[in-house]
């Protein structure tokens, strides 16, 4: 599956609008997983042992160190054996499962489900607060 990442610069409405006509749609795909044996950096204590911080985990991309701590730490938890890793995204919402498939045991292989869905267009940022629509807030005394 294609991912569209952030930001995409363009010049104008116009300029955006063509481009993301253009865009084929995407399928999101749902799956269950029920996954031992992972390396869990959410937490404190897991950080610790695997000598990241939180700032190098949603570090920015061209930050090469932290890039680099994070590449070689998931280097070493595939080559002790684990079947993955979880951490917090590095846009700050939510959580990153990344899975060693080819280690992983068949029972433990994503499953998916039944609930594709068909995105037509991209959605809107997640990280963007939709703005409330406007409201119009009538004084009653002024009514009469």
Avoid at 45 to 70: E, I, K, P
Avoid at 91 to 117: A, H, I, N
Wanted: some cysteine; charged content about 30%; overall charge negative.
């Amino acid at each position: 599956m294609e991912a569209l990442v952030d930001p995409v610069e363009l010049d104008t409405d116009a300029d955006r609008e063509a481009f993301m006509t253009g865009l084929v749609p995407r399928a999101l795909l749902t799956c269950t997983v029920n996954v031992t044996c992972l390396l869990d950096l959410r937490t404190d204590m897991g950080r610790n042992q695997a000598g990241l911080t939180v700032q190098d985990l949603t570090s920015d991309t061209v930050d090469r160190d932290a890039y680099s701590r994070c590449q070689h730490v998931s280097q070493a938890a595939h080559e002790s054996g684990r079947h993955g890793i979880i951490a917090p995204a590095a846009t700050g919402m939510g959580e990153t499962l990344d899975l060693f498939v080819d280690v992983l045991p068949d029972e433990e292989k994503p499953r998916r489900s039944r609930d594709d869905q068909i995105w037509p267009r991209l959605p809107d940022d997640p990280r963007i607060a939709p703005r409330p629509p406007l409201r119009l807030v009538e004084n009653p005394e002024k009514r009469r």
